[in-house]
Structure formats: C-alpha cells, structure tokens
C-alpha cells in the first residue's frame, strides 16, 4: 500500500467524523499543553531563583549560625540562633587569606510606617561592606556610610518594592521619615531593582546601620550571618574550608559535625535550589502527564470504535487482496495523524499560556526547545502505542467473518 493512499485514507476517515475526532485530538491538546506549561513553570522558577542567587553576589561565601550538621546538642534553625559574634567577623577578616571584603548583617522582620502606608519587610543591619559583597547599587541617595554606623545613626536605605509600597511607585523617598518599631528612621537612598519573590525578594528590604539595627531594634551583638566575597572563583573552596576551620577552633568545637554554623558558597545555594526546582519540575509534568494518559485512552477508544464501524470495510478491502500490514498500517497512521495534530496544536497553546502567565499574571515562566521536542514526542509516541492494539485487532480480522458483519 502506497504511502499517498495511506494518507488520502486517514485525511478521509478523520474528516468524516469531525466532532468525534475533534474531542480526541482535545484531549491530546490539553495533556501537551498542560506538560509544557507546568515545565515551564518549573524551569522558570529555577531560572528566577539561579539569577536571585547570582545577583546576590559572586564568589559570595556565606556563614549561618545554628543548624549543625550532626548528631550533637540541639540546634537552632539555620539563621535563628545566635551563635555568630561581630568577634567572628573580625576574625575572618583578619585570618582568612583569599577574600576581599566580609559583611557583617543581622536581619529582622518588622512592620515598617511611612505615613498612612505600612508594610511588613526585612530589616537589614549592615556596615558599608555589604553594597560590594552583594552587589547592591543605589538608585538614588547614598547607601549606609562609615559614620552612620559609628554614630548609630538613624538612617535607612530602601529597596525599591519596599519604597513602592510606603511611598507609591517610583515616589522619591530620600529626606522622607519612616517609622520602625516606633523609632523614626530618614530615608538616605533606594536600591537599584535586583529581583525576587517572596521573602527572598531583595527589593522587598530596609537596610540600616548594624549598630542602629541591633541597639534600638533587636537588643543583642550577635549576627544573623556573615557574607564573605572570595577574591576569585578559584579561591571560593578554599576560602570556605578555611572559615570552617577557624570557626570551629574559635567555637571550641573539636568535631566538624556538631558545628554550630554552616558555611555555605553561592554554588551550595544554588545546586540546592536547583535540585529543588527540579523536583518539583517533574512533580508538576507527572500531574498534567495524567491528561496525557487520559487522552491516549481517548485515541484507543475511537479507534476500537472505528474498527468496529469499519469491520465490513476490513473485510472488503481483505477480500481484494489486503495485507495484514496494510490494515494495520492504515489504522495506526490515523491514530498517529490525530496525536500529531493534538500535539501541535498543544505545543503552540502550550507556548502561549506559558506567555501568557508571564506578560499578565507576573508568573515567571521559561519554555525549552527539549521540552517542546519531549512533548511532541510523547504525542506521537501516544499514537503509536494507544493505536497499536486496535490496528492488530484490525489486520487479525477474518475476512468472511468481516462481510458477514451486520
């Protein structure tokens, strides 16, 4: 059977029953469409929080307290207990050979006033290292200086989500008050936009003094985390190996795995994430993968019916001289035929949705050609393994018992 008349045969099968074929091919539509979107999500949500953790800093080391890695004593959540001193810090700074700049921060979260606006956001306390560890540049004003530290000055800079919300978007804030735990702060200076969501947001901030932060608003020394700016990539491993073993001599504490700190390098951070968002990529793709199934069942049920329909039709075409392959080939292009157009048509809503959720529902969103491929694959694939048994059930047909079907 020449390849032309098995696709004039399935372009006349198909159209002839239109509505059934149309609801088969939807549930192909939304089982890939509902792949690639989710992947997009996933993939998107990866990308977003790679560059969070890339804007953060490079060759950025960083030291939590708490969260010790062993069986020892009970330790506090990473970042929550108070076993990193200002001592600490200085000791890295002076010790350590490899970095070119350590910040010292403690963060807290409190309720911030600017007249009838208020909002609930991170308080950083930090010393002038931090701009250059972090990357952080001023839009407006001046960062945390020298002197503000010294003179526990209360001053603050804003980021720029944190200035929208008390000041209305793009407002200027530099000279204006804001009030924090009842104390007023002057407003010195608004970040340059760096991204992010959630309470990971880096726009979504008030940075003060660490001498003002912990004096007026906390009440203790201690430090939340250090930062530590490696002077090369090269120097990253070395850098975080030598700040272990510093801290754990300082700390008095003779086996790595009760230490009472992590020292974690922005490649930690983000192989974490990644593994993470990966997960949850492949969560998201085996939940919409379901319609996918439901939808090759759909394409086995129209062609068991077909068959049925076309019994007598097997039969004739049998009588004249049909092949096995040629009845079974015929079915299993239409099956074929109905996946791929229910695939394409899903990949491109797939495509658009993905845009969509990006342009208006702020959803961060990144769609792969490998997932594209993937999911034009498995359509196919869907074909030829759902189409399969009714195009053998077809060909296994008796051809005298086929005419005499009613």
């Known amino acids: 059977m020449r390849l032309d008349d098995v696709a004039e045969e399935t372009v006349f099968s198909i159209s002839s029953n239109k509505v059934r074929s149309a609801l088969t091919i939807l549930g192909i539509v939304v089982g890939i469409a509902s792949v690639i979107v989710m992947v997009a999500i996933g993939q998107g949500a990866q990308a977003s929080i790679t560059n969070s953790i890339a804007s953060a800093g490079s060759n950025l080391v960083q030291v939590f307290p708490g969260f010790g890695a062993g069986g020892g004593a009970v330790r506090g959540a990473r970042g929550a207990a108070l076993t990193l001193t200002i001592a600490d810090a200085e000791a890295i700074a002076t010790q350590v050979q490899g970095i070119s700049a350590v910040s010292q921060e ?23 290292a931090y701009a250059t560890v972090h990357n952080v540049q001023v839009a407006d004003g001046n960062f945390i200086q020298a002197q503000d530290v010294t003179q526990v000055s209360r001053v603050a800079v804003l980021g720029p989500t944190t200035r929208d919300d008390l000041f209305g978007v793009g407002a200027s804030a530099v000279g204006k008050t804001i009030r924090i735990n009842g104390i007023g702060f002057q407003v ?49 491993t070395p850098v975080q190996q030598s700040i272990t073993d ?63 329909e076309r019994t007598r039709e097997i039969g004739l075409r049998k009588a004249v001289g049909a092949r096995r392959a040629d009845i079974s080939m015929q079915f299993l292009a239409e099956s074929v035929a109905l996946t791929f157009l229910g695939g394409l048509v899903g990949v491109l809503l797939g495509i658009g949705i993905a845009a969509g959720l990006q342009a208006f529902a702020g959803i961060t969103t990144q769609v792969s050609i490998g997932s594209v491929l993937l999911a034009a694959g498995v359509s196919i694939g869907i074909g030829v393994v759902f189409g399969y048994y009714p195009a053998l059930r077809a060909s296994g047909m008796n051809p005298v018992e086929a005419l005499r079907y009613q």
Request: charged share 10%; hydrophobic share 45%; aromatic share 2%.
């Open 106 to 128: 403690r963060t807290t979260r409190q309720q911030v006033i600017a007249g009838a606006n208020n909002t609930n956001t991170s308080i950083t306390g930090v010393l002038p």
């Open 188 to 236: 010195i200076g608004v970040t340059v936009a760096k991204g992010g969501t959630g309470f990971n947001n880096q726009d979504d901030v008030v940075y003060a003094p660490l001498t003002t932060v912990q004096t007026l608003l906390i009440g203790d020394t201690h430090l939340s985390n250090i930062a530590v700016s490696a002077s090369s990539a090269a120097e990253v």
């Open 246 to 308: 510093l801290l754990l001599t300082r700390h008095k504490i003779s086996n790595a795995a009760n230490a009472d700190f992590t020292v974690l390098s922005s490649a930690d951070i983000a192989a974490t994430a990644s593994t993470v968002t990966g997960t949850f990529t492949i969560v998201l793709a085996s939940i919409a993968g379901i319609s996918l199934l439901v939808g090759g069942i759909g394409i086995m049920n129209m062609m068991l019916t077909a068959v049925t």
